[in-house]
């Protein structure tokens, strides 16, 4: 099975994270922290910043390693390591994304995560 290495940046803002609601493809409508696959020759860092100001045209800091998630799909697996981000400019636009929410650890459970991200959620939550 094809395996593809994503980085995903838990962005924190007043004590909320920042989940976005995927727009077009095989998990529309499910939600994710941003953030997408490390390109040849980039650090992770580099790749989550650069996939937050595409996506979300804003610039961050990426504080903290989170966790690493392994994970089967139906046809690939994936290998996903989340960070704590902090924002250090702008204010995020749905550049590819359908919608987003800002919300408190406690209410993440409410939302329909993918689910290689349902690790990351649990450990904001502890
Ligand atoms: N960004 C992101 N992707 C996630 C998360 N959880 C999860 O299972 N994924 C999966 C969904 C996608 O199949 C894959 C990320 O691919 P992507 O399509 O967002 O990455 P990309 O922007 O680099 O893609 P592309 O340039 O090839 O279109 O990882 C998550 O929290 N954030």
């Not at 994503?6 to 994710?32: M, S």
């Not at 390693?65 to 290998?79: K, L, Q, R, S, V």
Request: glycine share 6%; with cysteine.
């Amino acid at each position: 099975m094809k395996t593809i290495e994503v980085v995903a940046a838990v962005i924190y803002n007043n004590g909320t994270y920042l989940a976005t609601q995927k727009g077009d493809g095989p998990f529309r409508g499910q939600w994710e922290f941003p953030g997408g696959k490390i390109e040849i020759g980039e650090t992770k860092q580099e790749a989550l910043i650069r996939e937050i100001k595409e996506e979300l045209s804003l610039t961050i800091e990426v504080e903290k390693w989170i966790c690493t998630t392994e994970y089967d799909y139906p046809t690939f697996h994936i290998t996903m390591h989340s960070y704590l981000c902090r924002m250090i400019e702008g204010k995020p636009i749905l550049n590819e994304h359908q919608a987003l929410k800002w919300l408190p650890a406690k209410d993440l459970n409410n939302l329909k995560w993918l689910p290689a991200d349902i690790k990351t959620v649990r450990l904001l939550q502890e």
